[in-house]
């Protein structure tokens, strides 16, 4: 089907509906900080943009290969696979890979979900991958109880019309985050809306403060009664109020005082208080905080340690659920058995020089790898078979512990024992010992 004929199916809605939208519009709104919470005004949030980037960009610079399994289990890039152009290079004319991949990593970030139209031929084969936004996608069941997918595709934006259209499901690469029913994922965002609420209040308060001035406000006291307060109000904060008008004298007339009634930042706990939603929101992403820039725990000790299982516990689930899903979708019942989709993490788990020439010597004392196999790791040329680049090599002096025994009894058997008979000393005996 192709891409501009993929609105033409049925608009329609079954009959029988159990729709469940994946935006899940009635989590997001206001909050107990007083501050609405939506997936847009969270990524104005410093913290919150820089976990959704890390994670995004981390799945989408990753290598993702198609491979093929042989029937003696050796594994080879399925090059000619129509999957792998679309997952390694460009899913459609219009994306990279990594662009396509860092797009939907970060609709599974903010809305939970993450869906792709897929484009196949008359042979049934995928040849197009376009991402679709979650916020206006429903996934249900019809009375037969088969999953569809409904979109509302924009004909008319400035009026704000929209077309729904019927998708089945298998035209639909659906990523799924974490849910209650194993359909659809829920919005991290809208999960932990209070917690970003918060944050976005304590980032309204600072800005607050500095634009007036970095003064705190206060009361104006008279002696007498002044007929008009709303003037006076005004004037006074024409005048001395924001940042500009900062550290101006004021000159009170009629035995007028000035008396400050606001919080302090300090008495506010301000930074701390904001240092505290950093390593909250980290905590929602299972973001190291070192890696959005709050060292204050970290070390040249640990943060090796803590990149480390960023990979294993924070990206590997990510990675996965894709994996997982591109498998479902995109790949028959009868190719399934033999083709497979992987992401390269070992990039991402490398230690330091040092560490990897110890690991790689010990691999290759062993034989369980090869010179070659070594340099592409390392990103080196490969060495020609002749000159012994794909050789597994092992330590001769290294046999069986059941055979250790049996080896020194032949030994000792062979080996002549020393006569107590003394023989004479000859001379030419003493000329063959000097």
């Known amino acids: 089907m192709g891409f501009l004929n993929w609105l ?8 029988d509906d159990h729709a469940i939208s994946s935006g899940y519009s009635f989590f997001f709104g206001s909050t107990s900080s007083g501050r609405p919470v939506t997936e847009r005004s969270a990524m104005q949030m410093t913290a919150v943009y820089s976990c959704v980037r890390i994670l995004a960009e981390a799945i989408a610079g990753l290598p993702l290969h198609v491979y093929r399994q042989s029937s003696n289990g050796a594994k080879v890039k399925a090059l000619d696979h129509p999957l792998y152009r679309l997952l390694h290079d460009e899913p459609n004319p219009e994306m990279t890979s990594f ?46 109880g088969r999953l569809y997918y409904e979109y509302q595709r924009t004909w008319d934006e400035p009026a ?4 729904t259209v019927t998708l089945a499901a298998p035209d639909v690469l659906h990523i799924p985050g974490l849910g209650f029913d194993g359909l659809v994922g829920y919005s991290p965002i809208a999960m932990a809306k209070n917690a970003i609420g918060l944050a976005q209040a304590t980032e309204d308060y600072g800005a607050s403060f500095f634009a007036n001035g970095a003064a705190p406000g206060g009361v104006l006291e008279h002696p007498g009664t002044i007929k008009d307060p709303a003037r006076v109000r005004e004037s006074w904060q024409a005048t001395f109020g924001g940042a500009r008008n900062g550290n101006k004298i004021a000159v009170l007339e009629e035995g007028m005082k000035y008396t400050p009634i606001s919080v302090s930042p300090e008495q506010a706990q301000f930074l701390e208080t904001r240092k505290f939603q950093i390593n909250e929101i980290a905590r929602i992403f299972r973001i190291p905080p070192h890696m959005i820039g709050d060292l204050e725990k970290s070390s040249f000790s640990n943060i090796e340690q803590q990149s480390l299982e960023f990979v294993k516990y924070t990206l590997d689930p990510w990675v996965i659920r894709f994996e997982q899903a591109i498998t479902k979708t995109l790949l028959s019942s009868r190719e399934k058995p033999q083709i497979y989709v992987k992401f ?91």
């Open 8 to 15: 033409r199916g049925d608009t329609t809605r079954p009959a």
């Open 99 to 144: 662009v396509f991949r860092e797009t939907l990593m970060t609709h599974l970030l903010l809305w939970g979900n993450a869906f792709a139209q897929v484009i196949r031929n008359g042979r049934d084969e995928v040849i197009g991958l376009y991402p679709l936004m979650p916020n206006r996608m429903t996934v249900g069941r019809d009375e037969a």
């Open 160 to 163: 704000g019309r929209y077309e």
């Open 344 to 434: 390269n993490l070992e990039g991402l788990l490398r230690g330091d020089y040092k560490s990897r020439m110890d690991g790689y010597a010990v691999a290759r004392q062993n034989g369980w790898m090869s010179a070659n196999d070594i340099r592409e790791l390392e990103n080196l040329d490969r060495i020609s078979p002749e000159a012994g680049g794909d050789l597994y090599l092992v330590n001769g002096n290294m046999l069986p512990l059941s055979l250790a025994g049996a080896y020194a009894a032949t030994h000792q058997e062979s080996e002549p024992e020393p006569s107590l008979v003394e023989e004479p000393t000859s001379e030419s005996s003493l000329r063959r010992r000097i």
